[in-house]
């Protein structure tokens, strides 16, 4: 696993951070109430220890936003939530609570225009503060579980990095949780520490 | 096919979907039939011009948030039906544009890489028929949760009278207080709470005395008539918790938790005082009666409700034998009460 310095996650978790405030603007917009966001955690994990970074949520029934991102380096980017938290996040977004079944197509796509919003947020203030330039694939909903989240995972053998951001969100005094996943590749995470690094350095911090 | 044929908007114009391509500052590159159909703008005069000043309204919306995003970052983006109004002024047919009814549009904003210029396309799905299925859904969905709200009401009233006429199956019929079958189940029900939680249960025997004597001087309907008033009394009198059953022809049993000995006593004192006062008008005489008390209390004079109940039968045999109109607990003599 290559090593990730305590200045290079902070960083890091800076810049995501800022990311996130700025999805948080464009989602209190459409809920038209203040939509509060913020990233308080950033770990690296290799794929066997992501489930155990996921305990203590109530995971077992989750909804999935994911992406592809390329660029300086490549992720599969994904916003994990419980079901019953994305039901709430969908319910205020629609205007009325959603009854607790599953998720319709209409409901799964306003789940994956809030996802879509968040990581290209997230993604979009990388490449401004690194100064590179991404492309982003379209987002697509499922609906997973434990099993299948861990089928994922080991489905992409080249990606043995996990990085997992929690995302502590607010909507009209409710707290919800769910976290950011971004998978990548032993040498695309060499190319973000570097663009870390040339960050801190363009900052005249290292 | 022939040479020259722009194959890909041949594609395009079949497509039962909107595609619009736009330059970095927004300038309609191209725009299929669909387009043209739908906004009523042909592609020669959409062309060249920015999306904003073809449709100033959407200044400002997520779908030109989307659209930044795709040209400055590369990043596709949804634009979902569910959560916001129809973002571009496209109808289903002419005499919708009147009403300004929008079709219902699902967008999706891909960034494309043509050479070095920043360019995208805009998908657009009219998902109205889909929009309106699922907005039928909710509300039959909704239907069906009040009618179940109705059901449920229903049944809970259901329930309701059916334990009410399970209780007035368990009352007497001439007086309204349980019978005997069900102060004998109160007895023991408050025999284990009170053993359970080092209580006390103290019982009552009230007695009419010579009711035979009544009904064969007065008729039935007279001796009736003085049992009901002594069921009256006893509700009347005693605590809300007392349980009053009819135990005899002649006889209530009480069943009263929680309470002293001093305090049944009084009790008990103040029943018969009122009922040998109270005169009866009946069919022109005037009947009056007197009663009889026993009481005893667990855990003090029996440890189970066969006990207390023995104790009961003596005390009554020494009422009765002392000259009636008497209450009396066990271990009392007659003088001492």
């Given at each position: 696993?290559?090593?990730?310095?305590?200045l290079?996650?902070?960083?890091?978790?800076?810049?995501?951070?800022?990311?996130?405030?700025?999805?948080?603007?464009?989602?209190?917009?459409i809920?038209r109430?203040?939509?509060?966001?913020?990233a308080?955690?950033?770990?690296?994990l290799?794929?066997?220890?992501?489930?155990?970074a996921?305990?203590?949520?109530?995971f077992?029934?989750?909804?999935v936003v994911?992406?592809?991102?390329?660029?300086?380096f490549?992720?599969?980017?994904?916003?994990?939530?419980?079901e019953?938290?994305?039901?709430?996040?969908?319910g205020?977004?629609?205007?009325?609570?959603?009854?607790?079944?599953q998720?319709s197509?209409?409901?799964?796509?306003a789940?994956?225009?809030?996802?879509?919003i968040?990581?290209?947020?997230?993604?979009?203030?990388?490449?401004?503060?690194?100064?590179v330039?991404?492309?982003?694939?379209?987002?697509?909903?499922?609906?997973a579980?434990?099993?299948?989240?861990?089928?994922?995972?080991?489905?992409v053998?080249?990606?043995?990095?996990?990085?997992?951001?929690?995302?502590d969100l607010?909507?009209?005094?409710q707290?919800?949780?769910?976290?950011?996943i971004?998978?990548?590749s032993?040498?695309?995470?060499?190319?973000?520490?570097?663009?870390?690094?040339?960050?801190?350095a363009?900052?005249g911090?290292? | 096919m022939?040479?020259?044929?722009?194959?890909?908007s041949l594609?395009?114009?079949?497509?039962?979907?909107?595609?619009?391509v736009?330059?970095?500052?927004?300038k309609?590159l191209f725009?299929n039939?669909w387009m043209e159909?739908h906004s009523?703008?042909?592609s020669?005069?959409?062309?060249?011009?920015c999306?904003?000043?073809l449709?100033?309204r959407?200044?400002?919306?997520?779908?030109?948030?989307?659209i930044?995003?795709?040209l400055?970052?590369?990043l596709?983006?949804?634009?979902?039906?569910?959560?916001?109004?129809?973002p571009?002024?496209?109808?289903?047919?002419?005499?919708d544009?009147?009403?300004?009814e929008?079709l219902a549009?699902?967008?999706?904003?891909?960034?494309?890489?043509?050479?070095?210029?920043?360019?995208?396309?805009?998908?657009?799905?009219?998902?109205?028929?889909?929009v309106?299925?699922e907005?039928?859904l909710?509300?039959q969905?909704?239907?069906?949760?009040?009618?179940?709200?109705?059901?449920?009401?229903?049944?809970?009233?259901?329930?309701?009278?059916?334990?009410?006429?399970?209780?007035?199956?368990?009352?007497?019929?001439?007086?309204?207080?349980?019978?005997?079958?069900?102060?004998?189940?109160?007895?023991?029900?408050?025999f284990?709470?009170?053993?359970?939680?080092a209580?006390t249960?103290?019982?009552?025997?009230?007695?009419?005395d010579?009711l035979k004597?009544?009904?064969?001087?007065?008729?039935?309907?007279a001796?009736?008539?003085?049992?009901k008033?002594?069921?009256?009394?006893?509700?009347?009198?005693?605590?809300?918790?007392?349980?009053?059953?009819?135990?005899?022809e002649d006889?209530?049993?009480?069943v009263?938790p929680?309470?002293?000995?001093?305090?049944?006593?009084?009790?008990?004192e103040?029943?018969r005082?009122?009922?040998?006062?109270?005169?009866?008008?009946?069919?022109?005489?005037l009947?009056t009666?007197?009663?009889?008390?026993?009481?005893a209390?667990f855990?003090e004079?029996?440890?189970?409700?066969?006990?207390l109940?023995q104790?009961?039968?003596?005390?009554?045999?020494?009422?009765?034998h002392?000259?009636y109109?008497?209450?009396?607990?066990?271990?009392?003599?007659?003088?001492?009460?």
């Amino acid at each position: 696993m290559v090593e990730v310095s305590e200045l290079q996650r902070d960083a890091l978790s800076e810049i995501i951070n800022i990311g996130v405030g700025r999805a948080a603007a464009s989602l209190s917009q459409i809920v038209r109430d203040e939509v509060e966001l913020s990233a308080p955690t950033v770990l690296f994990l290799e794929p066997s220890e992501v489930n155990q970074a996921l305990n203590g949520v109530e995971f077992d029934e989750l909804s999935v936003v994911s992406q592809d991102f390329s660029g300086p380096f490549d992720s599969r980017a994904m916003l994990v939530f419980p079901e019953k938290n994305a039901l709430v996040i969908v319910g205020h977004m629609l205007g009325e609570m959603v009854p607790p079944e599953q998720l319709s197509e209409f409901e799964q796509e306003a789940m994956c225009e809030f996802g879509n919003i968040i990581l290209n947020a997230c993604i979009s203030s990388l490449a401004d503060l690194f100064a590179v330039e991404f492309e982003g694939s379209l987002p697509s909903y499922r609906h997973a579980d434990r099993q299948t989240l861990e089928i994922l995972e080991t489905s992409v053998g080249d990606r043995p990095v996990v990085l997992v951001v929690q995302v502590d969100l607010k909507i009209r005094k409710q707290e919800l949780q769910g976290h950011l996943i971004f998978m990548m590749s032993v040498t695309s995470l060499s190319e973000l520490l570097d663009s870390i690094d040339h960050y801190l350095a363009r900052q005249g911090i290292v | 096919m022939a040479v020259g044929i722009d194959c890909g908007s041949l594609v395009t114009d079949a497509l039962p979907n909107g595609i619009v391509v736009l330059d970095g500052e927004t300038k309609v590159l191209f725009w299929n039939k669909w387009m043209e159909r739908h906004s009523g703008i042909p592609s020669d005069q959409a062309q060249g011009r920015c999306l904003g000043e073809l449709f100033p309204r959407i200044a400002g919306t997520r779908l030109v948030a989307a659209i930044q995003t795709a040209l400055m970052h590369r990043l596709a983006g949804i634009v979902s039906p569910s959560i916001h109004a129809p973002p571009l002024p496209l109808y289903r047919h002419a005499e919708d544009c009147a009403k300004d009814e929008r079709l219902a549009q699902l967008i999706h904003v891909v960034p494309i890489k043509l050479a070095d210029a920043k360019v995208c396309t805009l998908y657009v799905q009219d998902v109205t028929a889909a929009v309106l299925r699922e907005r039928r859904l909710n509300e039959q969905a909704k239907e069906l949760a009040a009618s179940n709200a109705v059901l449920q009401a229903q049944l809970d009233e259901i329930q309701a009278l059916q334990s009410k006429i399970a209780e007035m199956s368990a009352r007497d019929a001439l007086t309204g207080v349980l019978d005997r079958e069900h102060i004998e189940q109160k007895l023991e029900e408050a025999f284990a709470i009170a053993a359970k939680n080092a209580g006390t249960v103290a019982v009552a025997l009230f007695d009419v005395d010579l009711l035979k004597k009544i009904n064969e001087t007065h008729g039935h309907a007279a001796g009736d008539a003085i049992l009901k008033s002594l069921a009256g009394l006893l509700k009347e009198v005693l605590p809300g918790n007392a349980s009053v059953g009819r135990l005899d022809e002649d006889s209530f049993l009480v069943v009263m938790p929680a309470i002293s000995l001093d305090e049944v006593q009084h009790l008990a004192e103040q029943v018969r005082r009122r009922f040998a006062d109270q005169q009866l008008g009946y069919q022109g005489n005037l009947v009056t009666a007197t009663l009889s008390a026993g009481l005893a209390i667990f855990p003090e004079h029996g440890g189970t409700s066969e006990e207390l109940m023995q104790c009961l039968d003596l005390v009554m045999f020494l009422a009765r034998h002392d000259g009636y109109d008497r209450v009396l607990a066990y271990g009392q003599t007659p003088q001492e009460a």
